[in-house]
């Protein structure tokens, strides 16, 4: 079946530093991948999507790539701030209803 | 929230007892979503809807059904409660975003204990 694996440990990084966040999938290929964020209590907030055919996408301070090869995609923000603190979820589109597959989620911590 | 409300934010149940939980928009998007979330798992999709009366199910259906009479609310009904439905509920919508792609966007959420 199609899995989307998150770190499920929290990050924590330094504020300043770059946090690098990773997504990993198996048994599927999918034509794109979102990057969402989420604050406690609340619901995810879409961030960045990166087609198959991109190997990088930036905004702002955040990049994110996309190895089809390897499976996996990783999620950079560069400069962290403690506002960056938060749950970051990657998701797959599933099919042609763009249904979509989440991972679990990692919790970034960005100590002052 | 993307114009998106949910009611209500917070229930309690008792086992047994059937729940409805509501998903309104206000924008006339056509893909409406209903997800549960529960630790250590990513969202699962429970069911969708892709237009009025239109609606299917996702990867965890059972126990669970909803309706779609209009196109502004989507209606998750919990038919017979069970505590393993203890659960954050959310809503979402599908819109394309600002690179022409689809986005979901997403209600506050539901906080639901069932005892």
């Known amino acids: 079946s199609q899995k989307i694996e998150q770190n499920s440990e929290a990050l924590n990084i330094q504020e300043g530093k770059t946090a690098t966040l990773t997504c990993n999938y198996t048994?599927?290929?999918?034509?794109?991948l979102q990057w969402y964020r989420q604050d406690p209590g609340r619901g995810p907030v879409f961030l960045l999507l990166?087609?198959?055919n991109e190997k990088e996408k930036r905004k702002e301070r955040l990049k994110v790539t996309f190895d089809t090869t390897l499976k996996q995609s990783l999620f950079h923000i560069t400069a962290s701030q403690p506002a960056d603190s938060a749950t970051y979820l990657c998701?797959?589109?599933?099919?042609?209803?763009?249904?979509?597959?989440w991972g679990a989620g990692t919790k970034l911590i960005i100590k002052p | 929230d993307a114009g998106i409300t949910q009611s209500p934010r917070h229930k309690v149940t008792e086992t047994g007892t059937p729940v409805t939980l509501r998903c309104h928009q206000t924008?006339?998007?056509?893909?409406m979503y209903w997800y549960r979330q529960d630790p250590g798992h990513g969202l699962r999709l429970i069911h969708y809807?892709?237009?009025?009366?239109?609606?299917d199910k996702g990867e965890v259906s059972d126990g669970y059904s909803v309706s779609r009479s209009k196109t502004e609310d989507f209606l998750l009904t919990l038919e017979s409660a069970t505590s393993s439905q203890t659960s954050v509920y959310f809503c979402?919508?599908?819109?394309?975003?600002?690179?022409?792609?689809?986005?979901?966007?997403f209600g506050p959420g539901t906080r639901l204990t069932v005892l």
């Open positions: 809807s892709y237009g009025v009366k239109d609606t």
């Open positions: 048994n599927y290929s999918p034509a794109y």
């Open positions: 990166i087609r198959e």
């Open positions: 924008e006339n998007h056509r893909y």
């Open positions: 979402a919508i599908r819109d394309r975003g600002d690179g022409g792609y689809n986005e979901q966007f």
């Open positions: 998701a797959l589109v599933r099919d042609s209803n763009y249904q979509l597959i």
